[in-house]
């Protein structure tokens, strides 16, 4: 049974590109959210897709964005990238409807933004 | 939005007990409290969650006081590959977002 996983592991942009980074969850999960870590800093929550909608947001500009497909796999889109978007976004999934429990965290994708 | 804060590191030696303590305040009555451990270049990984008083499972124990303004993350018996970064999560703030404490490091020697 295949975890959480990522793609792509390492990325490097330049300022004012715009990326996409994918996750699939854990088989059986239905939930993901969307975390952004700098370096030497604890996961900061960017949002969380149920049921293909957004259903809670942290405190992240609308150059963050996100989609989550039928088969419950979802996107992180960043516009207009800037030099303090460089860090590992990770994507954690979580039980059906159970946003706040366990949750499976992947191996992350490092950006780096030049 | 309220802050949830933990001590910056701890070390300890294997074999010994380790508390980590994490403040978070605004939370509400039936907000989980969960901790993770993080090793570099890697997602954080569940160890325990809870909403009062004690939870127990094979690894570690949560204790959370009454006023829920902290809780306590207890490993028994640490050893060497404990040594990690060890972050509580809380739905502090209201509105259902899900925030990550500052982290401690332990590091745990001979």
């Known amino acids: 049974d295949a975890g959480v996983t990522q793609s792509p592991t390492h990325l490097i942009k330049t300022r004012g590109q715009q990326v996409t980074l994918r996750c699939s969850p854990k088989s059986g999960h239905d939930t993901v959210s969307w975390y952004q870590q700098a370096l030497g800093q604890g996961p900061q929550f960017i949002f969380q897709?149920?049921?293909?909608?957004?259903?809670q947001r942290g405190n992240f500009p609308d150059r963050f964005s996100g989609h989550q497909f039928p088969n419950y796999s979802s996107e992180l889109n960043v516009n207009a990238l800037l030099l303090g978007d460089s860090a590992l976004y990770l994507c954690?999934?979580?039980?059906?409807?159970?946003?706040?429990?366990?949750?499976?965290f992947g191996p992350g994708t490092r950006l780096t933004v030049t | 939005l309220a802050k949830t804060t933990q001590p910056i590191s701890m070390d300890s030696y294997e074999g010994q007990e380790v508390n980590i303590t994490c403040s978070h305040n605004n939370i509400a009555t039936n907000d989980y409290i969960t901790w993770y451990q993080q090793f570099p270049s890697q997602g954080p990984r569940f160890i325990i969650q809870?909403?009062?008083t004690k939870v127990t499972n094979e690894v570690a124990s949560l204790f959370i006081p009454a006023d829920r303004k902290s809780s306590t993350l207890s490993l028994p018996r640490v050893s060497l590959s404990d040594t990690a970064v060890y972050y509580c999560q809380t739905e502090a703030g209201g509105g259902n977002k899900l925030t990550f404490g500052t982290g401690t490091q332990l590091k745990v020697e001979l």
């Open positions: 954690a999934s979580s039980s059906p409807g159970q946003w706040a429990y366990e949750q499976y």
């Open positions: 809870g909403y009062k």
């Open positions: 897709y149920y049921e293909e909608e957004e259903r």
